[in-house]
């Protein structure tokens, strides 16, 4: 069936440093992929998404490519801050509007 | 996009009792999704409820352990059943509007003693 891997953290970063975490797929249909972030004692919040390949979405900052030859959606900021300290979830809706979640990424940003 | 009322926020439950969680939307949508989060865990999809039909529920996952009501459009609720200290996991609805949106609940966290 329908899945998602993306990268094992924890990922620990200083203020201003590159972020990039990858996430791959793999789908039999055309899944629409999605970034949700999961900040300390809050629920899921979208982050971005795109429903098509090529497409990029963006917010925050933060971006990630919808790249249908590599089957893969990795989310990258060019700057991360203390409060992007969070946990990352990457997913895909399949072809019966399913949401399948890869396993997160725990982000702490250091001063 | 859809708001979703979800309730309790968090409970403390004894082992062998039920909980029932509320999902309550602001506006009529076909599909309604329930996961589970366990600790340090990624989420995971109990069931999907469309109104109208018997939910369908994911391999590991039981009707008699998770029973599901869909009354109408915008209400669903999950109760977990005979729960044990390994039930103790936040639990969230989830909608599709369509075209690609979702929303999350604010979740349940549950846990059982």
């Known amino acids: 069936g329908d899945s998602v891997t993306q990268m094992e953290g924890p990922v620990t970063l200083s203020e201003e440093a590159f972020l990039t975490i990858n996430c791959t797929y793999t789908?039999?249909?055309?899944?629409?992929l999605f970034w949700y972030v999961q900040y300390p004692g809050e629920g899921l919040q979208l982050l971005l998404k795109?429903?098509?390949?090529?497409d990029k979405g963006s917010n925050k900052g933060f971006e990630a490519t919808y790249r249908k030859e590599t089957t893969s959606f990795h989310l990258e900021k060019g700057s991360v801050q203390v409060s992007d300290s969070a946990v990352y979830f990457c997913?895909?809706?399949?072809?019966?509007?399913?949401?399948?979640f890869g396993a997160g990424t725990r982000l702490t940003v250091k001063p | 996009s859809a708001v979703i009322s979800q309730k309790p926020s968090r409970d403390i439950c004894q082992r062998g009792t039920s909980l029932t969680i509320q999902c309550q939307v602001d506006?009529?949508?076909?599909?309604m999704f329930w996961y589970r989060q366990q600790p340090g865990q990624s989420l995971t999809l109990i069931a999907t409820?469309?109104?109208?039909?018997?939910?369908?529920?994911e391999s590991g996952f039981v009707i008699d352990k998770f029973p599901i009501s869909r009354p109408n459009l915008t209400f669903s609720t999950l109760t977990v059943s005979n729960m044990s200290p390994e039930d103790s996991s936040i639990y969230l609805c989830?909608?599709?509007?369509?075209?690609?949106?979702?929303?999350f609940g604010s979740g349940t966290r549950l846990t059982v003693v």
């Open positions: 989830s909608v599709s509007p369509g075209q690609g949106r979702y929303t």
């Open positions: 789908a039999t249909g055309y899944p629409s």
């Open positions: 795109a429903t098509k390949a090529d």
């Open positions: 997913a895909l809706s399949d072809s019966n509007n399913d949401m399948r």
């Open positions: 506006s009529q949508v076909t599909m």
């Open positions: 409820a469309n109104q109208g039909s018997e939910a369908t529920y």
